[in-house]
C-alpha cells in the first residue's frame, strides 16, 4: 500500500433523486437601465441626478427607492461603463454607495432553481442573483479537485480536459493509475472490497457511489437557463475536473499533485494542464494539521495566480486539526444552515485564526435543507444524469470558489486579494445566529463583493529623509486610511533631483516603516517617496524633501602657528578635500575649563585672537558638514613674550643639602625652562620645577630662581634661607 489514506470528502450524503419542486425565482437579470445612488446626509435627490449625470452623460429622469436612495436612469450604458462609472461616482463627496440597476426577468429556468435557496435565502445565501448581472464566471476556470465527473448534461457545456492523479490503481477504481481521463467511474464500496483489499480498504464504510465531485462542479459552474436541473453561482465559469479521490476517499500526495497539476505546475507522467486554474476548488479533508508538503503545493498554486479555496471540514471541532482547510492563505469554507447558524457539524476557527468566510451547506432537518446538485442515478457505475441534496462544508466550499470566479471576472486582482475582498463583504450572522467566538468574518455575500469597490491605502504620514555616508535613511508613519483590510507593505523609490525614478527591492515585502538607501553617491541630492501597499494595490506616493547623502569629513591638520600680535595667533590648517561645510575651533586656557566651539568659514587660515599673553593655551580645530564634525587637530600656542617670574618659591635644607622648589609663572611661553643658582654662585638649567643643591655651605644663604623661554629671560626671583 501506498500509504495510509486519510483523506474523505466534506459531504454527508442525502438521497439519490429526490423530488424537488419547480417554480421559477425572479431575480435581477438583463441589461442595465441606470444606476441606484445612496446618497450621504445633506445631498439631494436633483444633486445625486446631476451627479450621475456629469459622469456618464445624457440621465433621462430619476425615482426615489428608499429614503436617500435614488435610482437614475442612464439609457445605452452597457456593464462595463456602468462599472467605470461606480469607481468614479463613488470617489465623489455626496455619495455614500453606487449600485446598478437593471431589468426585472425570470432568474433562470432551470427547474430547481427555486429550491437553491443558498443562492437566494435572505439569511444564508450567498446572493448571487444580484450579482449575475455584474459577472457569470466567463472566461474563469475552476478545478474541482474531487472524485472527478460523470457526463452530465447539466455540466457538459463547461467542462474543460481534465487528469485523473489518484496513484493506487485498486482506489481510481478504472483499472490504470494517473491518466488524462478524470471520469469517476464511481466510488462505491462493497464488503468484497474490504475482504479481498483489505490493506487499502479496512475500516471504509460500504457505501453506493457518491459522485461527489460531479455534485460539487454544478454547485460551482452548473449551466444556466438551459432548462435543466439547476444554475451553479458562476454559471458561465469553466470545469477543470482532477481526480484525487476514489473508493474510501484518498491520500493528501495525490491531493498536492492535483493542486500542482490543475494550477499549471509539473506532475511527472503527466502532460501540463493547458488550461490552468484560476480558482481551486477543495471540498475534501484530513484530520490531520497541514502537512509541510500540502502547503507547499498550495503557497506554488498561489504563487501561479489560482486562488485556493477548501472545505473546513465536517468534525464539528477546528480547522487546526484539518488539511488542507487548516492550511495558510487559503479560503477556509465553514458550512452554515438556511437559517444562518453554525452547521452542527462544521468546523470552525480557532483563537486569533478565524475562518475566513462561512456559506451555506445545508443540514438534514428536511430534505430541501441540503443543497441540490448534479450528480449520478446509478448505485455503482453512472447510469444516468440526477438530481440530489447533499450537505456539508463540501457544498459550501463550491459555493466560495464560484464567487471568486464571479469576482475575478469583474475586478480581476490577485488570490490574496480575492480573499481579503470576499471576507471584507461578508454580512454579519443574524441575529440569533450561534456563530459566535472563532466562526470568522461573516456569510459570503458575493453581490456585495461585486458591488462594493476595494480600497487601496491612502497616503503614508510623516515621511523622513536624513543624509548619512553614501546612504539615505527614511522613515515614515502608517497611512491614516489603511484602505480595505491591512497595510501588507510599501513601494520606496528614489532618484537624484530631477531624474528617473529607482525601485528599492523589497524581498519580504515588510511593513516595516523605515528604509536605508545605500550606495548612494556623497554630495549628490536626492529625493525620495513612499507608498503604502495593500493586496488590491498600491496607494499614492508621499515624497521627501531633498537630501544629500554626506560623510562625516575627514580629519584637519595644523601645519604651522605664528604670532602675529602678543595677544593673537595664526594657524595654517591642512583640511578634508570635501565634504566640508565651515571651520569649527575653540580655545582653552591652560588650567580652566574647554572653551565654546565657535564656527568660521573654510578656509586653510586661522587667526585666533584674545590670548592672554604668554600664557599656554589650547587650541582645536576641526571641520563640520550637514552630518557632524569631523576629527578635531589639537595644538598648544602662547604668544612669544618674557616669561613671569615663578611663583611659590621653597627652600627645604638639611644639612648641605638644600631641596629648591617653586610653581611655574603664569606666562610659560612655550617652551619655559629654569635656571637656579645659590648666592653669586654659577647656574644651574633645569626644565623641572624642582632641584636639589649640594654642598651648600652652612649659614644664610640666598637662593635665586629664573625662568626662561624661547622669548628670553624673566626676572629673578629668589629667597634667603638660614639653616
Excluded at 455534485?215 to 458561465?236: E, F, M, S, Y
Excluded at 473546513?312 to 469554507?333: H, K, L
Excluded at 564656527?599 to 600664557?615: C, D, H, K, N
Aim: aromatic share 4%; proline share 7%; hydrophobic share 40%.
Amino acid at each position: 500500500m501506498r500509504g495510509t489514506r486519510l483523506l474523505t470528502a466534506a459531504v454527508v450524503l442525502g438521497t439519490a433523486g429526490a423530488v424537488l419542486s419547480m417554480p421559477p425565482a425572479v431575480a435581477a437579470d438583463g441589461p442595465v437601465v441606470g444606476l441606484v445612488i445612496t446618497r450621504e446626509s445633506g445631498t439631494t435627490a436633483r444633486e445625486a441626478e446631476s451627479l450621475v449625470g456629469d459622469v456618464v452623460g445624457d440621465v433621462e429622469g430619476r425615482t426615489p427607492v428608499a429614503p436617500g436612495v435614488t435610482a437614475v436612469e442612464t439609457p445605452g450604458l452597457t456593464v462595463t461603463e456602468a462599472q467605470q462609472a461606480i469607481k468614479e461616482l463613488q470617489r465623489l463627496d455626496g455619495i455614500a454607495e453606487v449600485g446598478v440597476d437593471t431589468k426585472v426577468t425570470a432568474a433562470s429556468n432551470d427547474p430547481y432553481f427555486a429550491d437553491q435557496w443558498s443562492l437566494t435565502h435572505p439569511l444564508s445565501g450567498a446572493q448571487a442573483e444580484s450579482a449575475w448581472t455584474t459577472a457569470t464566471g466567463a472566461g474563469q476556470v475552476i478545478a474541482v479537485i474531487d472524485t472527478g465527473i460523470t457526463a452530465h448534461e447539466d455540466l457538459a457545456p463547461n467542462l474543460l480536459p481534465g487528469a485523473d492523479l489518484i496513484a493506487n490503481t485498486l482506489v481510481a477504481n478504472d483499472g490504470d493509475a494517473r491518466d488524462s481521463d478524470p471520469s469517476d467511474p464511481g466510488d462505491w464500496v462493497e464488503s468484497a472490497d474490504i475482504t479481498a483489499h483489505p490493506d487499502e480498504f479496512e475500516g471504509c464504510p460500504t457505501l453506493a457511489s457518491s459522485w461527489h465531485g460531479t455534485h460539487v462542479a454544478g454547485l460551482a459552474a452548473a449551466v444556466r437557463d438551459n432548462a435543466k436541473g439547476i444554475a451553479g453561482i458562476a454559471p458561465d465559469a469553466k470545469i477543470l475536473p482532477v481526480r484525487a479521490l476514489g473508493k474510501c476517499g484518498g491520500t493528501m500526495s495525490d491531493v498536492a499533485a492535483a493542486i500542482t497539476w490543475a494550477s499549471g505546475g509539473e506532475v511527472p507522467g503527466l502532460p501540463v494542464n493547458q488550461n490552468p486554474a484560476d480558482v481551486i476548488n477543495l471540498s475534501l479533508s484530513s484530520s490531520v494539521t497541514c502537512q509541510p508538503f500540502v502547503q507547499a503545493a498550495i503557497d506554488e498554486a498561489i504563487g501561479r495566480g489560482a486562488t485556493v479555496v477548501a472545505a473546513a471540514g465536517n468534525r464539528f471541532g477546528t480547522i487546526e486539526n484539518a488539511s488542507p482547510g487548516g492550511c495558510y492563505d487559503i479560503i477556509a469554507v465553514g458550512a452554515l444552515s438556511r437559517s444562518g447558524s453554525r452547521a452542527n457539524y462544521s468546523n470552525q476557527g480557532v483563537a486569533g485564526r478565524d475562518l475566513p468566510i462561512f456559506a451555506a451547506g445545508g443540514t438534514a432537518l428536511t430534505e430541501t435543507d441540503g443543497l441540490v446538485s448534479t450528480v449520478d442515478s446509478g448505485a455503482k457505475v453512472p447510469a444516468g444524469d440526477s438530481y440530489t441534496p447533499y450537505y456539508g462544508t463540501s457544498m459550501a466550499t463550491p459555493l466560495v470558489a464560484g464567487a471568486a470566479a464571479l469576482l475575478q471576472q469583474a475586478r480581476p486582482m490577485s488570490p490574496a486579494a480575492v480573499a481579503e475582498h470576499l471576507r471584507d463583504t461578508t454580512r454579519p450572522f443574524p441575529v440569533g445566529s450561534n456563530c459566535t467566538g472563532s466562526c470568522g468574518a461573516g456569510i459570503l455575500d458575493v453581490s456585495r463583493a461585486l458591488t462594493i469597490a476595494p480600497r487601496v491605502p491612502g497616503p503614508v504620514g510623516g515621511l523622513t529623509a536624513t543624509g548619512a555616508d553614501g546612504a539615505v535613511s527614511l522613515s515614515w508613519d502608517e497611512p491614516g486610511d489603511p484602505g480595505t483590510g491591512a497595510v501588507t507593505g510599501y513601494a520606496v523609490e528614489y532618484r537624484q533631483a530631477g531624474g528617473q525614478w529607482v525601485g528599492s527591492p523589497d524581498p519580504w515585502n515588510s511593513t516595516l516603516r523605515q528604509k536605508l538607501l545605500q550606495d548612494l553617491a556623497n554630495g549628490v541630492t536626492y529625493e525620495a517617496r513612499v507608498a503604502a501597499k495593500n493586496v488590491f494595490g498600491q496607494g499614492p506616493w508621499t515624497v521627501s524633501a531633498p537630501v544629500t547623502p554626506l560623510a562625516l569629513p575627514g580629519a584637519t591638520q595644523i601645519r604651522t602657528v605664528t604670532y602675529p600680535s602678543k595677544t593673537s595667533a595664526r594657524l595654517e590648517l591642512r583640511l578634508p578635500a570635501e565634504n566640508i561645510s565651515g571651520v569649527q575651533f575653540r580655545v582653552t586656557r591652560l588650567g580652566r575649563q574647554p572653551g565654546q566651539w565657535q564656527e568660521t568659514s573654510a578656509g586653510t587660515r586661522l587667526r585666533v585672537s584674545g590670548l592672554a599673553r604668554g600664557v599656554r593655551h589650547t587650541v582645536e580645530v576641526r571641520v563640520f558638514n550637514e552630518r557632524g564634525a569631523g576629527t578635531a587637530a589639537s595644538r598648544q600656542v602662547a604668544t612669544p613674550v618674557k616669561p613671569g617670574a615663578v611663583k611659590a618659591l621653597r627652600v627645604k635644607r638639611s644639612g648641605a643639602k638644600a631641596t629648591v622648589s617653586w610653581q611655574p609663572p603664569t606666562r610659560t611661553g612655550m617652551d619655559v625652562r629654569y635656571r637656579v643658582r645659590v648666592g653669586k654662585g654659577d647656574w644651574r638649567a633645569t626644565t623641572a620645577e624642582k632641584m636639589v643643591l649640594r654642598k651648600v655651605a652652612a649659614g644664610p644663604a640666598r637662593f635665586e630662581v629664573r625662568s626662561r623661554n624661547e622669548a628670553g629671560l624673566g626676572p629673578v626671583a629668589y629667597i634667603v634661607k638660614r639653616k
